[in-house]
């Protein structure tokens, strides 16, 4: 029975390990690329917040807000994919 890959939405083979259509690992975890992201937006910030620099602080702060956003949409589309099966 084929399923879908979570990244491009095409039918795969059920133990494919990745997708033929756009090349990607099936089985990985989509989010860790946003979650970085969100990390190193907001150590940066804090470093900036603690030299006083606060305008950066929270412009840091609203980039890790956005990426750590993006990476629970992503996170939640690959949990429907997988629970869909």
């Not at 095409?10 to 033929?20: M, N």
């Not at 690992?25 to 989509?30: D, L």
């Not at 629970?72 to 949990?79: G, P």
């Given at each position: 029975m084929?399923?879908?890959?979570?990244?491009?939405?095409?039918?795969?083979?059920?133990?494919?390990?990745?997708?033929?259509?756009c090349g990607e690992?099936?089985?990985?975890?989509?989010t860790n690329f946003?979650?970085?992201?969100?990390?190193?937006?907001?150590?940066?910030?804090?470093i900036f917040g603690i030299g006083g620099r606060m305008e950066y602080f929270f412009a840091l702060f609203v980039i890790a807000l956005l990426f750590g956003y993006l990476s629970?949409?992503?996170?939640?589309?690959?949990?429907n994919t997988e629970n869909a099966k």
């Open positions: 084929p399923k879908q890959c979570p990244f491009c939405s095409e039918e795969i083979q059920e133990t494919a390990k990745k997708c033929k259509h690992f099936v089985n990985k975890n989509p946003f979650t970085i992201l969100a990390m190193i937006s907001l150590v940066i910030g804090i629970n949409k992503k996170s939640t589309k690959f949990k």
